[in-house]
């Protein structure tokens, strides 16, 4: 009766030991995609659809532009942010911190209009117009990543709240 005993400590021990290299596996071909993603595969997309743009509509719009894509991302993430936090201090959802709401509210102010965007090209829509859409979506973007490395890194003494958050 001991020795199975100590039979199923140790073979719990062994599958815990297991399922922690395994999770511990998981998060470093996690960080190793999102480094190779971010270094390797994102730059020509955006390298490509800058090359391909009209850059006489574009600069021409790019103060409407720039005002719509900070403007419209800021709003939407402060906007969102809050009915985040305000839905968890209700208790419709799980209450999170002001830092875990902003995390979300720079995460979800991204919008991509790939569909509309397709849309245009095939109506042969204003060029105006489509250099407007495109030039806020490339921005918004932009925008979002760089809030949420903000938001991540600041507060809590540096430590990221993606590890709190799970």
């Known amino acids: 009766m001991r020795s199975s ?16 290299a ?5 998060a470093a071909a996690k960080a190793h995609f999102s480094g190779l993603f971010v270094l390797l595969l994102l730059p020509p997309i955006i ?11 574009f600069l021409k719009n790019a103060g409407t532009i720039l005002m719509y894509s900070f403007l419209g991302t800021f709003i939407a ?31 979800i102010s991204a919008t991509d209009p790939v569909s509309v965007l397709a849309c245009f090209k095939e109506m042969d829509a204003d060029v ?5 859409m495109f030039g806020e979506s490339i921005f ?16 809590d003494g540096g430590k990221s709240v993606g590890v709190d958050i799970g």
């Open 5 to 20: 005993l100590r039979h199923l400590v140790a073979a719990r021990s062994s599958l815990e030991a297991r399922a922690a």
């Open 22 to 26: 395994a999770v511990a596996r998981a």
């Open 47 to 57: 390298f490509e659809s800058g090359y391909n743009m009209n850059k006489k509509y």
């Open 77 to 107: 993430m402060f906007s969102s942010s809050f009915m985040f936090w305000l839905a968890g201090k209700m208790h419709i959802a799980k209450p999170f911190s002001w830092q875990e709401a902003f995390a979300f509210g720079a995460l």
């Open 128 to 132: 105006d117009l489509y250099a407007v």
């Open 140 to 155: 918004n973007d932009a925008i979002a990543i760089v809030m949420y490395n903000i938001v991540m890194t600041f507060g």
